[in-house]
């Protein structure tokens, strides 16, 4: 794995703080090894809104995803608002993010520990306690691939909309796709797989399936490329899920 510098979660929380505002709410889910684990709503207006979740930084050496939340949060969005409420989980493994690490401190992987009642994960038990109760229309959680030479996504629905290949197209413009498949994996088409239920709960995105919403996504962006354009990417992926979800409402 290539060296990257520790990432700066004491600036992270500051640019994020600082937007705080009448449309973002920026509340403190919990604290592990005194690092804040923030939640973050951003809504405006009352009325019908699709809900949706979006995650980043449960893997601490996938930087792209929390800068990605940071980026969302930090531009205009006035006309999303007036279809969409988000729900906004910015860095998820705040300890693995400033060690560059992909478990969190205690050496756990994060996303392999939802569905264990017997391991006391509190990164886990805070996302729980942030999402509960609630109900998504779509989750899209940010990740990255040390191994992949391209991007590509694992989706699952039950709302008879597969949005993979649309996906793919906008983001094929960005850079290479990676249509390679690994072993478990469901090639749906050129990038895209699908979460699989064999997969059980322990994944994040398989648990939120199964318990929270119709609609999941986990975007990969290869670490190889340059920060920014596996930002470019990523966006583009949540604009297109977007869009797909809004015109289809
Ligand atoms: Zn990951």
């Known amino acids: 794995m290539p060296k990257v510098d520790n990432q700066d979660y004491t600036r992270f929380t500051k640019r994020l703080k600082s937007l705080a505002s009448p449309q973002i709410r920026i509340e ?16 405006q ?44 989980l910015p860095c998820v493994n705040p300890c693995g993010y400033v060690h560059n690490t992909r478990e969190n401190g205690h050496g756990i992987d994060i996303n ?4 264990s009642a017997d391991v006391d994960v509190a990164e886990v038990n805070i996302v729980k306690q942030a999402i509960q109760g ?11 691939d040390w191994e992949a030479v ?15 290949p649309r996906i793919i197209r906008s983001v094929e413009s960005i850079g ?3 249509s390679e498949s690994g072993e478990n994996e469901l090639p749906l088409a050129d990038g895209v797989f699908q979460i699989d239920p064999a997969w059980g709960d322990a994944g994040m995105a398989p648990y939120i399936y199964h318990l929270h919403a119709d609609h999941v996504m986990i975007c990969e962006t290869p670490t190889r490329w340059h920060l920014e354009q596996r930002i470019t990417a990523h966006l583009t992926a949540l604009d297109t899920a977007l869009a797909i979800i809004q015109s289809t409402a």
């Open 176 to 178: 290479q796709i990676d």
């Open 134 to 144: 609630q109900r998504f229309d779509f989750f899209i959680d940010f990740h990255e």
């Open 112 to 115: 392999r520990s939802f569905e």
């Open 150 to 164: 391209g991007f590509y996504l694992y989706e699952g629905q039950r709302d008879s909309r597969w949005m993979g």
């Open 45 to 88: 207006g009352t009325g019908e809104r699709k809900n949706i979740l979006i995650s980043a930084g449960v893997h601490g050496d996938e930087p792209a995803g929390p800068e990605v939340a940071l980026r969302f949060l930090e531009r205009d969005n006035t006309d999303l608002l007036e279809h969409f409420a988000f729900l906004i």
């Open 28 to 43: 403190i889910s919990g604290v592990v090894n005194d690092y804040p684990v923030y939640r973050v709503l951003l809504h």
